[in-house]
């Protein structure tokens, strides 16, 4: 099996799928390797791409080879034409305009009637997404033999882009920094946490007014900026006079820095406007620590509403601020906290890599 995609230690999520992903099928007892990029992006990225080598934060995927370069087409026929004797090659998606004209590229050289081609879609197209979006889309689905989703909802948007079979599997939980299970917070410390990647559609602006309308509560946002959103979320702080209740931590957060700040909050809030699949709650539940989310993409069936977490309307302050006010009610959060779910990490896995191989090799 050949996996095309970033690999740790690129830093983020979908490199540390693409790692964990690798170690799983090795583990099941394939022969995997993951052709990576040394280049990945047609512009300047305006941040640090890598986590430092000597500081991994899971376990380096040995079989990784950075090839790829977003600036030399030619390079990436010649890689897929070297994939051509592997039974399975899986693409990792989630932005048509970056990997669109590769994979398309790719999928073209490896041709019709050679390894089984399965796209592992992050997302289908990403939030806020033009024509030439959806076009890359189809182009590279209509070329795949499989795609792999994480949710039905994502199936069905899918399968409005393009007729290629798709498989739904739930995405397991790969979280860096740890290996076992926090126990519960002991006591309440009316302190909120965001965490992860700060872009519009997260919808971090609007935790900021719903903690306007919610007194004695702070909040911590950990994360990397995207863009604006610094001077943004700033700017709002100042509007709301939030300056003693709000703290900015701008920047990638290493996994050795991940505890520190769950330890010291009652939940995670992940009050997204839109979304897909995110490993926050795993990682969340995992470090003893309840959620409060919208009720977008894989969230309301990881979360089970009054029991491990709340649920609210996205993009509502109004709903938002009335969740965290229940949270705060008496015994509420000390409820939700001792009721968090036990990891199914190793079943999930075991089920996502049997759905990954069902086909491999069959064309």
């Known amino acids: 099996i050949a996996i095309v995609g970033p690999v740790h230690p690129y830093k983020g999520g979908i490199a540390q799928h693409t790692t964990a992903l690798a170690h799983h099928l090795k583990a099941a007892g394939h022969t995997v390797t993951i052709i990576s990029w040394k280049s990945q992006y047609p512009f300047f990225y305006p941040g640090v791409q890598f986590v430092p080598e000597d500081k991994p934060e899971l376990p380096v995927f040995k079989d990784s080879r950075r090839v790829l370069s977003w600036k030399n087409p030619i390079g990436w026929w010649q890689w897929a034409r070297k994939l051509k004797k592997y039974d399975e090659v899986i693409f990792a998606w989630w932005v048509p305009t970056i990997q669109g004209p590769v994979y398309w590229t790719m999928l073209r050289a490896l041709g019709r009637h ?71 917070h002991a006591t309440v410390q009316k302190h909120l946490l965001f965490f992860g990647l700060v872009r519009q559609y997260k919808g971090v602006d609007v935790l900021v007014q719903a903690l306007a309308e919610v007194p004695d509560v702070t909040l911590t946002i950990a994360g990397e900026m995207w863009g604006k959103q610094q001077a943004k979320l700033e700017q709002l702080i100042e509007q709301l006079e939030l300056g003693k209740r709000v703290t900015l931590l701008p920047g990638y957060v290493p996994a050795e820095s991940i505890a520190g700040l769950f330890a010291k909050c009652d939940a995670l809030v992940l009050p997204y406007r839109a979304a897909t699949a995110t490993q926050n709650t795993a990682m969340a539940f995992n470090q003893g620590v309840p959620v409060i989310a919208t009720r977008v993409g894989s969230m309301p069936q990881q979360i089970r509403d009054g029991t491990d977490g709340l649920l609210c309307k996205p993009n509502d302050s109004a709903s938002l601020a009335a969740a965290i006010h229940r949270f705060y009610e008496a015994g509420v959060a000390k409820k939700l906290a001792a009721n968090l779910p036990a990891s199914t990490a190793e079943n999930d896995w075991k089920h996502y890599v049997s759905t990954i191989i069902a086909h491999a090799g069959k064309n």
Do not use: M, W, Y
Not at 140 to 153: G, I, N, P, Q, S
Not at 172 to 183: C, F, I, M, W
């Open 114 to 184: 050679g390894p089984h081609l399965l796209v592992l879609c992050h997302n289908i197209i990403q939030h806020g997404a033009g024509a030439k979006d959806k076009f890359l889309t189809r182009l590279v689905f209509d070329r795949a033999d499989e795609l792999l989703v994480h949710t039905k909802d994502l199936a069905n948007i899918a399968s409005d882009v393009t007729a290629t079979p798709i498989a739904i599997a739930s995405i397991p939980a790969h979280l860096p920094g740890q290996s076992t299970k926090q126990k519960p």
